[in-house]
Structure formats: C-alpha cells, structure tokens
C-alpha cells in the first residue's frame, strides 16, 4: 500500500478512530499496572519475590513506555498534526494508522531504517 502525499489530511473518521483506541490501550495499560503493583507477593520465597519484583518492573516499565507513546499521540491528535512520518513529513496510511494508533513514522521510512540497521 502506498504512503500518502505530503499534507494530504488524514480523514476525521480514521482519527476518531484512532483516538478511540490509544484511549482504550491507555486504560488497558493503567490497569494491568495497577494490578501488577497489588499483586499478592506475601506467601513467596526470597528469590521467588526478587524474581516476581524482577519481572513486574520490567512490564510496568514497558506499559509507562507504551504510555508514553500513547499519550504523545493523543497530543498530536490535539494539535492536528497526527498522522504524519516524523522523518518525511508525509501522511501515514490511514490503514497502518488504525492498526498501529500510535505509530510516528511511514513504511518506506521504517523500511529504510531497517536497511541502515543491517548495515551496521
């Protein structure tokens, strides 16, 4: 599918839609944190609870950054300026956007990224 062209505007539709979904993952997200943070460590070992406290930090610390993600998209939704590649400037496909709301580049940007990294 091909990206679209420089300042062609994504539709409201896509928008509404997309803002609809970084607004659920964000809910989503928030409560598996809390739940994480209450879970029931008391009746472990040891080790047990420093590999439970291990592992619950490190999910919380890829929801705070899914969060994050999530949040800076639903400020460029505010600001009007979601949906565009920050390398390029061109419009993301709308598809691409409804499935990966809060995405921040293009295919043809992310597909050249992933050349330079190989390259490495």
Same mark, same amino acid.
């Given at each position: 599918?091909? =990206?679209? $062209?420089?300042?062609? $505007?994504?539709?409201? $539709? @896509?928008? =509404?839609?997309?803002?609809? !979904? %970084? &607004?659920?993952?964000?809910?989503?997200?928030?409560?598996?944190?809390?739940?994480?943070?209450?879970?029931? @460590? @008391?009746? @472990?070992? %040891?080790? #047990?609870?420093?590999?439970?406290?291990?592992?619950? %930090?490190? %999910?919380?610390?890829?929801?705070?950054?899914? &969060?994050? +993600?999530?949040?800076?998209? &639903?400020? /460029?939704?505010?600001?009007?300026?979601?949906?565009?590649?920050?390398?390029?400037?061109?419009?993301? #496909? =709308?598809? &691409?956007? =409804?499935?990966?709301?809060?995405?921040?580049?293009? /295919?043809?940007?992310?597909? #050249? +990224?992933?050349?330079?990294? !190989? /390259?490495?």
């Amino acid at each position: 599918m091909k =990206e679209n $062209e420089i300042g062609k $505007e994504i539709s409201k $539709e @896509t928008i =509404e839609k997309c803002k609809k !979904k %970084l &607004l659920n993952k964000k809910e989503m997200i928030n409560a598996n944190i809390q739940s994480m943070k209450h879970e029931d @460590t @008391t009746n @472990t070992g %040891l080790i #047990d609870y420093e590999a439970n406290f291990v592992n619950i %930090l490190a %999910l919380v610390n890829h929801g705070n950054s899914n &969060l994050l +993600r999530i949040d800076n998209a &639903l400020i /460029r939704i505010e600001k009007g300026n979601y949906g565009h590649c920050f390398d390029c400037g061109n419009s993301i #496909d =709308e598809g &691409l956007l =409804e499935n990966i709301p809060e995405i921040t580049i293009c /295919r043809s940007c992310a597909s #050249d +990224r992933q050349k330079k990294e !190989k /390259r490495k």
